[in-house]
C-alpha cells in the first residue's frame, strides 16, 4: 500500500470528528487539527461546541492558550475578548473604544452528535454520520502517523466500512462486542481514530475497565503494524 490515492478525505467538502465531546468541558479550550487547520474547541455557556481557527486575529497567538469566561473566549496575549460568534467584544489597551468589525475570530461549522464534535472547513450541510448504531462506551482516541488514505486501506482489512462514507468502520471482537472506528484527517501524514466498543457491564465495573484496556491494546497493536514501515518523528503530543 501507498500513501497516495486518488480519493480525499477533504474537510471542505466532508465533516469529519475533530474530538470527543467528554474531552471538551465547559471552560476548556482544546487544541485540535483537521487537514492541517489548527483548531480551538470550546464550549459558549449554553453548553454549545464551537470550532475556531486556532488563531487570533491580533498578532496570531493560538486561542487555546486562552480561557473561556461564559459566552466569551479572551486571548491570553493582549486580552482580547471575542464572543461565541467569534466578534471581538473588548480590547484591554483601548477600553473606551469600540473593536473593529474586522476583528474577528475565524470560526467554523461545527455540530456534536454521537458523543464526537465534528467540524468542516467549508460549507456543507450536516447531514449526520448515517444508520450507525453506537457503542455504548467512548474508549479513546489514538494518534496514527501515517496518512489518512494508508490508515484506512490497512483497516479495511480488520474493519467493515459503514455510514456515510469510509472513514467510519465496525467489526466484533471475540466476545461479540462491537467496536466501532471514527477516522480524523490531521494531515497527510497523521490520523486520530477514535475508538467506541459495547460495555458489557456498569461504567467503572471491573469488568467494564478490563474491556476498555482490551480493546485499547488491541488498536495499540493495530496501529503499531500501521506504522512498522513509516519512519518519522514524533512531534504531536495531543493523543
Known amino acids: 500500500m501507498t500513501d497516495v490515492e486518488p480519493d480525499c478525505f477533504d474537510a471542505h467538502i466532508r465533516w469529519y470528528p475533530v474530538a470527543a465531546s467528554r474531552e471538551v468541558g465547559r471552560g476548556r479550550i482544546v487544541q485540535s487539527i483537521l487537514n492541517g487547520q489548527e483548531l ?6 449554553d453548553g454549545e461546541a464551537r470550532a475556531w481557527e486556532n488563531r487570533c486575529p491580533h498578532r496570531g497567538t493560538r486561542l487555546s492558550l486562552g480561557y473561556v469566561a461564559g459566552d466569551t473566549l479572551s486571548c491570553a ?24 468589525q474586522s476583528a474577528c475570530a475565524k470560526s ?17 450541510p450536516w447531514n449526520g454520520i448515517g444508520d450507525v448504531s453506537m457503542p455504548s462506551a467512548f ?19 480488520h474493519f467493515a466500512a459503514v455510514g ?3 472513514a467510519m468502520m465496525e467489526r466484533r471482537d471475540g466476545s461479540g462486542a462491537r467496536h466501532v472506528l471514527f477516522l480524523q484527517p490531521m494531515s ?8 467506541w466498543i459495547d460495555a458489557l457491564d456498569e461504567t467503572g465495573s471491573a469488568l467494564h475497565i478490563d474491556a476498555m484496556s482490551r480493546a485499547a491494546r488491541e488498536f ?7 506504522e512498522a514501515d513509516m519512519p518519522h518523528a514524533r512531534v504531536w503530543s495531543g493523543r
Open 40 to 45: 480551538a474547541l470550546w464550549r459558549s455557556a
Open 77 to 100: 496575549y493582549h486580552g482580547w475578548r471575542f464572543d461565541k460568534d467569534g466578534t471581538c467584544t473588548y480590547i484591554p489597551a483601548k477600553p473606551d473604544i469600540s473593536p473593529p
Open 108 to 124: 467554523y461549522a461545527a455540530r456534536e452528535d454521537s458523543g464526537l464534535i465534528w467540524a468542516t472547513l467549508g460549507d456543507m
Open 139 to 157: 474508549c479513546r482516541s489514538f494518534v496514527v502517523y501515517r496518512s489518512p488514505h494508508y490508515t484506512r486501506r490497512f483497516l479495511q482489512n
Open 164 to 166: 456515510v462514507d469510509d
Open 188 to 195: 497527510g501524514e497523521r490520523t486520530v481514530v477514535y475508538l
Open 220 to 226: 495499540k497493536k493495530l496501529r503499531t503494524q500501521i
